[in-house]
C-alpha cells in the first residue's frame, strides 16, 4: 500500500529525504489529498514500526505538509482524514 522500506544508517546524517516524483508502484496514493499526482514527495517513517535501524515509511507530497508543532509532547505532526 505504497509503502516503502527505508534504511537509515547510524553514520549518515538525518535529513528529509525529498523526492522529485512519487514511487507509483502498489499503487500509491498521497494519504492527504488522496491523488497520485507527480510532484515533489518525502518520506515519513510510520510510528510503531522501527525495527533497528529500519522503519517503514510512507510518501507524501511536500506540497500538502502543514505541520504542527506540539511543544508540550514534543511531537510534530498533522491531523489527516483517514478513512474519510
Ligand atoms: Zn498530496
Redesign the pocket.
Known amino acids: 500500500m505504497g509503502k516503502t522500506k527505508v534504511t537509515k544508517k547510524r553514520s549518515v546524517k538525518r535529513k528529509m529525504r525529498v523526492f522529485k516524483k512519487p514511487n507509483l508502484s502498489s499503487g500509491w496514493?498521497?494519504?492527504?489529498?488522496?491523488?497520485d499526482?507527480e510532484?515533489e514527495?518525502v518520506l515519513i517513517g510510520i510510528t510503531g514500526t522501527r525495527m533497528g535501524y529500519n522503519i517503514e515509511a510512507e510518501q507524501?507530497?511536500l506540497?500538502?505538509l502543514d505541520l504542527l508543532f506540539d511543544k508540550q509532547r514534543g511531537l510534530i505532526y498533522q491531523k489527516i482524514g483517514w478513512g474519510e
Open positions: 496514493k498521497c494519504p492527504i489529498c488522496k491523488t499526482e510532484k514527495v507524501v507530497h506540497g500538502c
